[in-house]
């Protein structure tokens, strides 16, 4: 029912609203037409026709043109020209005359003397062994000991390559001294050699070299163990080859 009376409502307020909107645009029709309408609240002002009022006007003076002025034209005077200076001319001042100097007379030398002939030193004995390659530090693989162990070893070869067994050699440091004969050790080959330096890694200098009779006849090979890397370089691998 209310909503009935709703719509109703809204259709009858509908109505109402076009009516008024259509009246007004009928309205501000008219008043646009015809702007003097009773209907217009605000109506344009009248029209009022200017009656036109003569005006006296006094009689102007009369406009001369300007005065001429003379100007001056400044008269132009001479100016003088520079005068000539005259140029000295230097006067030539006398050249002295080069003195002679006697060029120096040739005195003979004397008769050389003989020269003393030189006598070559004699020659060294070459090394009836030398190193033979490079010194090695290595990992130990010859034993059981591992990183507890630290020793040297290699082989003897003769001038043509082939191992030789039966050659000392002899390690040392400071007072210590260790020897070996080659081919007792065939973990290094058929003529291998090996002394063993301390029961683990340690920072020393060491020297090793071929003895025959006591005596060195190869020059020493020196190395330094370390224990920065102890396990990797307690194995050091030295070679010998006779030269001849």
Known sequence: MLSRISDRMALLATIIILVLTVMTCLC??????????????FPPPSEVTATPTRTTEAPSAPTFPPTWTPTLTATPTDTPL???????????????????????????RPPATATPTHTPSPSPTPWPYLQHGYTYMLPNDKNEAGCDWLGVGGQ????????????????????????SVSGQHPEYGSAGWEVYLYDQPRDETWSCQIA???VGVCPAVVFTTTTQNGC????????FKKTS
């Open 232 to 239: 990797n370089q307690n194995s050091v691998r030295i070679d």
């Open 212 to 214: 025959q009779g006591g």
């Open 82 to 108: 520079p005068t000539d200076t005259p140029t000295l001319t230097p006067t030539p001042t006398e050249t002295s005359t080069p003195t002679f100097t006697p060029a120096p007379t040739w005195t003979p």
């Open 28 to 41: 501000y029709l008219t008043v646009f037409i015809n702007p003097r309408m009773p209907l217009n609240p």
């Open 156 to 179: 003897v070869y003769d001038a043509q390559g082939i191992a030789v067994p039966g050659v000392t050699v002899r390690c040392w440091s400071g007072t210590w001294e260790g020897t």
